[in-house]
């Protein structure tokens, strides 16, 4: 996985230590705005920034993660920080360079095949012929972009050792979904077959889509006169941009759907994407709008209430 630089993940959303998890999201949502790169074109310093909130976002969004973080067991990058290591004078370094019992092997048997080259017949017993044992299985996280997930994409994971593992991210993918790549985790032991690698894939919220099940909700502005006339209004999709044929006399939160436009699907259909409208005013108060609207208000009124369940609180 590319490394980020290496910065506090709380100074990277600007959150306290004590941050609950909605204000994580909303502080990386808040970012996300104006750094995405869709919203900053060619900008390789706000693509770099918004690489490294989407790391911090990735690691304090998980509590497991958040909390090995804290203890001090990773760090900001993800990796396993240095732990106290047993039986160094014995034993014999394993493919990975590292020595003697980690906590991670089945029973003891396991532990004495890594440890004393496999001689399992106990002590005094003559030991035994060196047996194949299977490589440990890697875990790896991913953060992809929103758009990457619901589409596709190609990804590269850097190993610690060096070298890389490509990766396919499947159209559709759902956040915390873990890929499993078979042979790709630690060499086995004495001729035995590798470990496999799992990859948990992280998907970054995105400031204009939000995943709804198999569909993609979004809220477009439209003005005052598109909501009362009607027009073509220019909108984004996963896809990319369409003119959206906004009905006249369309109030705020009328949702209208895109069909095809959503999450992909097995067999080639796919979800809708929903439009939710909002009227937005103008930035500053326009006298001839108000004017028009005295002037029309004038045996025009209606309330917009009415039949509101509100109404009955």
Known sequence: MAQNETRNPYDVLGV???ASEADIKKAYRKLAKTLHPDLNPGDKKKAESFSNVTAAY???SDPDKRRRYDAGEIDEN???RPQRQYYRSHA???????YGYDGNFDDLGDFFSQAFGGRRGGFGAGGGARMKMRGQDRQFQMTVGFIEALLGTKKTVDLPEGGRIELSIPAGIEDG???RLSGKGEPGLNGGPAGDAFVRISVAPDPVFERIGDDVAMELPISVDEAVLGGSVSAPTPTGRVNLKV???????RVMRLKGKGVPKSGGSAGDLLVTLKIVLPPKADEALAEAIRSW???NAYDPRAGWKGEQR
């Open 92 to 98: 014999e370094a394993d493919p990975s360079g590292r």
């Open 247 to 253: 009905p006249a006399n369309s109030s705020s939160g």
């Open 297 to 299: 208000r004038v045996g």
């Open 177 to 179: 979904k873990t890929l």
């Open 78 to 80: 993800q990796q396993e």
């Open 16 to 18: 306290a230590r004590d």
């Open 58 to 60: 990735d690691l304090l």
